[in-house]
């Protein structure tokens, strides 16, 4: 059974798509709606959404910064795009966020059911058991792969690029990766080979598949939104450069970064949905130049050692860390005393602007100059709520003593507390407090 959230500012959208779905006969178990990007985004996090349908234009936020939020928060939830717009640039931006479809408005009732319920088919694709996943590859399966001695040429590319870009040599081979950039980023994935598995025992062979499993999840997400290679590294890791030309690189709004955060929770999303493996994923800064591949190819192997010292945690981002602020490896007390302090500036960010309409954990991390996802994990594990509900938390209590102490009405005290719509408000606070606002004041 799946939960989907349809958002649109039009009422009687929201209104007729939802008893569509409802009557379809579709395996749904919730309907949510939502008139508003924030509104959604509240939905998004309280709820388990499987499918978000989102309008495109919807006043302050759009359905692409919505759908740009929603996939730092969730990167696997699958979204449908409707608009009364035929707009190429609005298409081609919702595709390249991993929209499954573009419906344009007015809608057709067969043609919307229809992408519904391929988006959920895909999705109860069942996860197969290990034994049956790598029963499943036989003994003649092969991965198509980069020819050898691309393999060989990006391998050197990483370690030693001043010496591939100096020969003149090298240069048609070097033209064949395609590696025109000129901006770059280096991604790493650690895949922990099982050992064994009560009942079954491994071979070599078993652990090579488990390999080459990974690195077709990996391709097959790499595929779908970049430009990109990836390939076994001699370190023993899958390696992925990604590449962006000059436009490519400025027209994400959310930040190139983000995008990157998102792959890589994705990738250790479904290599464990599929290999029951917790993969570990590195990721370099970006940087603009062949020049620097062997600063990226390291700074995505450090990002991995952090693994180390956050275990229960599997994508590490290396501009989180301040490496230029220790004159070596950071001590586990500096450690310990760093993350105090984002987590400290995070609350005192948050106290200060938590009645700020729109306020979003990317705004609460660029703050901090750390990734959303870091930040959360910070937060939670340091503590024990996750970031957002410390911000409704103190929202909910500054309404409760607004209702109790004052006459201010319930649009105003909604938007003194930071939300748009007093519905939405009533809703969130009726869901934290057990009783409505109304039922409050009697």
């Known amino acids: 059974m799946f939960n989907i959230l349809v958002v649109d500012d039009e009422p009687l959208i929201c209104k007729g798509l939802s008893s569509l779905l409802a009557s379809s006969g579709l395996e749904i178990d919730h309907i949510y709606t939502a008139s508003s990007g924030f509104e959604a985004l509240d939905c998004i996090r309280m709820e388990e959404i499987d499918l978000l349908v ?33 707009t190429f640039q609005y298409a081609q931006m919702a595709v390249r966020l991993g929209a499954k479809d573009y419906l344009i408005k007015p809608l057709n009732s067969e043609q919307f059911l229809d992408s519904v319920r391929s988006v959920l088919l895909k999705m109860d694709k069942k996860t197969p058991e290990l034994a049956s996943y790598m029963a499943g590859f036989g003994d003649n399966f092969r991965l198509e792969e980069t020819h050898p001695k691309l393999n060989k ?43 064994h598995i009560p009942d079954k025992s491994y071979s070599e062979r078993d652990r090579e598949l488990f390999k080459y499993a990974a690195l077709n999840i990996a391709k097959e997400l790499l595929d779908q939104e970049w ?33 990157l955060d998102v792959l890589g929770r994705s990738l250790h999303f479904n290599i464990h949905k599929y290999l029951h493996l917790n993969a570990v994923i590195g990721i370099s800064q970006i940087l603009k130049g062949l020049s620097f591949m062997e600063v990226l190819n390291r700074q995505a192997s450090k990002a991995i050692l952090w693994n180390r010292e956050h ?44 009645a700020q309409k729109g306020l979003t954990i990317h705004e609460v991390a660029k703050k901090n100059h750390v990734s959303p996802n870091y930040l959360s994990y910070l937060f939670k594990k340091n503590t024990g709520h996750n970031l957002w509900e410390y911000v409704i938390k103190l929202r909910m209590e500054e309404s409760r003593e607004l209702i109790l102490g004052t006459d201010l009405r319930r649009y105003e005290i909604a938007e003194r507390v930071g939300y748009e719509s007093p519905e939405h408000f009533s809703k969130i606070f009726k869901k934290y407090y057990g009783i409505s606002p109304s039922e409050l004041k009697k």
Not at 55 to 75: C, V
Not at 76 to 83: A, E, H, N
């Open 54 to 86: 989102t309008d495109i234009q919807m006043g302050a936020m759009s359905g692409i910064e919505l759908m740009q939020h929603a996939k730092l928060m969730k990167p696997w939830m699958q979204t449908i795009v409707i608009s009364a717009h035929e």
């Open 153 to 195: 040429l990006l391998s050197e590319l990483l370690e030693e690029p001043e010496t591939v870009l100096n020969d003149p040599k090298r240069a048609p081979e070097l033209a064949d990766l395609k590696l025109k950039g000129p901006f770059f980023s280096v991604l790493k994935i650690k895949v922990p080979l099982p050992e």
């Open 311 to 354: 275990s229960d945690h599997y994508v590490f981002y290396y501009g989180d860390f301040n490496w230029n602020n220790y004159a070596a490896d950071p001590s586990d007390e500096e450690l310990h005393t760093r993350s105090n302090q984002i987590v400290q500036k995070a609350k005192e960010y948050i106290e200060e602007n938590y």
């Open 227 to 259: 430009n990109s290679l990836a390939f076994y590294s001699p370190d023993g890791l899958i390696t992925a450069v990604i590449q962006w030309n000059e436009k490519e690189y400025e027209e994400s709004s959310s930040g190139q970064i983000s995008r």
